[in-house]
């Protein structure tokens, strides 16, 4: 009954939309949606996923931190749910590092983000949520955010000069690693 969606690319314009907030966290379509994305993400090598990415705009981000090349030390996380999320930084404290997005292949880019934001969001079981999330787990959430006000991860850099190919990417994190 899941399906593995496709993930909607740059240029797509249900990734410029602001989506809407999700009334009814246990509706069957809001049940659906969640579903597809579960799948969608696992079946991805991505570590969050927002609904607009499977062409829905509706308010839902799943974030899912596991260790990566960049990220040796991230938590590793089951996949959360979090419904019609909001965060506020805790500090203007920003940090610039990488990231990509499985709507924009083959490009990843340096990208400036509060490195501690405290979340507050409704769980797929209807409970509200709060949690300070930092650095990499914080980076991920502010990035899926980002989908559900129509913007892309590329709107945020300081410079194109931030922008490398995926390839060039690769080669500099093996080489230093
Ligand atoms: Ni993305």
Redesign the pocket.
């Known amino acids: 009954m899941n399906q593995v969606c496709e993930i909607a690319q740059l240029g797509a314009k249900v990734l410029r939309q602001v989506s809407e907030t999700v009334a009814s966290v246990d509706s069957p379509e809001t049940r659906r949606i969640i579903e597809d994305m579960k799948s969608t993400l696992a079946k991805s090598e991505?570590v969050?996923?927002?609904a607009p990415?499977i062409s829905r705009p509706v308010r839902i981000i799943i974030v899912a931190s596991r260790p990566t090349v960049r990220y040796p030390k991230a938590p590793l996380m089951d996949p959360t749910v979090m419904i019609n999320p909001s965060f506020e930084p805790l500090s203007p404290v920003k940090e610039k590092d990488w990231e990509g997005?499985?709507?924009?292949p083959g490009v990843r880019a340096l990208v400036p983000r509060f490195k501690v934001i405290k979340v507050s969001y409704t769980d797929e079981d209807g409970n509200f949520i709060e949690h300070i999330f930092e650095d990499f787990i914080a980076r991920v959430f502010q990035?899926?955010a980002d989908?559900l006000e129509g913007k892309?991860?590329l709107d945020s850099i300081e410079s194109s000069v931030d922008i490398i190919s995926e390839s060039e990417y690769f080669k500099l994190f093996t080489r230093n690693n």
């Open positions: 991505g969050g996923l927002a990415q997005c499985l709507s924009i990035h899926e989908h892309v991860y």
